[in-house]
């Protein structure tokens, strides 16, 4: 899904969009929701590997550098996750970048601030989901030693968070009456009003410079306390099967084996 949104957005951007930023900005709130969802199910994954799958983990060197990260689990699936998101927004940097090279028309757009604000709005929803998957990643861990987890403790974890992030600051500026005054930075733990506010085309809000720095370094902080997890599940090694199963499997490659050609005695055989 992801590499095919990323060459339809790339058709629509270099062709009939011209280089308009507003292709960049679809693009990369595609991807925030995108990986958001499929995180949601994959670090609800359970993090212990039935024997059948150790059995075929990749054993070689390079296999295990390249494909480790796909096995399943929820801090592989966290990585996997976080590694959508910033994939896309290194293409849509080096769009940008690349992007002026191929028309006139295509360079002048690239000059706007919707650019800029287009990549303000990837970094801060990339931000998002580091943080919100990596806090839910860390509660289902915690949860796991208790006896509970699953994939729907893990979504609802994460309805939570997303109800405590939105509603928090709303009762905090009730009660400080800065709700009168519209959007804040103390509303940087709201992804909804703070990417509405970054797509509005009145330009950055003036909260931006804030936000472009708590955001990343709050996700850095979450990203760094989610290694244990991840690392934990990347040691799992191959296994070697059990006698039983690999008499089974060598019976059933026989069976499945084509029958030796003949050996010719004579010329017209």
């Known amino acids: 899904m992801h590499v095919l949104f990323t060459g339809w957005m790339a058709w629509l951007f270099v062709g009939p969009a011209t280089g308009d930023a507003t292709v960049l900005l679809l693009y990369l709130l595609f991807l925030t929701v995108h990986w958001y969802a499929m995180g949601v199910f994959m670090t609800g994954e359970s993090p212990e590997l039935s024997m059948r799958v150790r059995r075929h983990l990749p054993q070689s060197f390079l296999g295990r550098v390249f494909l480790t990260w796909f096995n399943p689990g929820p801090g592989t699936g966290y990585l996997f996750a976080v590694c959508g998101m910033l994939a896309g927004l290194a293409t849509v940097a080096l769009g940008v970048n690349l992007g002026g090279s191929l028309s006139t028309e295509v360079a002048r757009n690239l000059k706007s601030g919707a650019v800029q604000s287009a990549l303000y709005v990837g ?147």
């Open 123 to 269: 970094t801060i929803g990339t931000s998002y989901v580091v943080i919100y998957l990596g806090l839910g990643l860390l509660l289902i861990r915690w949860l796991r030693r208790l006896g509970h987890g699953g994939m729907f403790l893990a979504a609802l974890i994460q309805v939570l968070l997303l109800c405590l992030g939105v509603i928090g600051p709303m009762l905090g500026a009730t009660f400080s009456q800065s709700w009168m005054y519209g959007y804040s930075a103390l509303h940087m733990s709201n992804p909804f009003w703070t990417l509405y506010r970054a797509t509005e085309r009145s330009g950055l809000p003036i909260e931006a410079s804030v936000l472009m720095t708590s955001l990343p370094l709050a996700a850095a902080v979450v990203f760094v306390l989610t290694l244990r997890a991840v690392a934990r599940e990347v040691r799992h090694v191959r296994v070697a099967k059990p006698p039983r199963v690999a008499e089974e499997d060598a019976a059933l490659a026989a069976e499945h084996a084509l029958p030796p050609r003949p050996t010719p005695v004579s010329p017209w055989d």
